[in-house]
Nanobody, 116 residues
Framework: QVQLVESGGGLVQAGGSLRLSCVVS????????MAWYRQAPGKQRELVAV???????NYADSVKGRFTISRDNVKNTVYLQMRSLQPEDTAVYYC??????????WGRGTQVTVSS
């Protein structure tokens, strides 16, 4: 049974930082792209950042220069370092893992709340 479990969310003041982690566990042969998405109340889920199996990152324009995605392939973990957080970054953050050409798993999400 494959599971993706996020952690590291919480409440932070504007300008602060948080580091999210997502651990992939279970029977895994390969992990391809991994990504972080977020969904704010009343809004659609949106892509925040994605990283390939070789470590190449891409970011949404709204987080470029503030967020950094990274991964540890030995630990089957992906991270999202978030700096200069703003109230508009408030959302539930979800981890997504592509574990095969057509196999995708999602975590249950972790809440990030940024107060002004």
């Amino acid at each position: 049974q494959v599971q993706l479990v996020e952690s590291g969310g919480g409440l932070v003041q504007a300008g602060g930082s948080l580091r999210l982690s997502c651990v992939v566990s279970g029977t895994i042969s390969d992990i391809y792209d991994m990504a972080w998405y977020r969904q704010a109340p009343g809004k659609q889920r949106e892509l925040v950042a994605v990283i390939t199996s070789h470590g190449s990152p891409n970011y949404a324009d709204s987080v470029k220069g503030r967020f950094t995605i990274s991964r540890d392939n030995v630990k089957n973990t992906v991270y999202l370092q978030m700096r200069s957080l703003q109230p508009e970054d408030t959302a539930v953050y979800y981890c997504k893992g592509d574990l095969g050409p057509t196999v995708t798993y999602w975590g249950r999400g972790t809440q990030v709340t940024v107060s002004s």
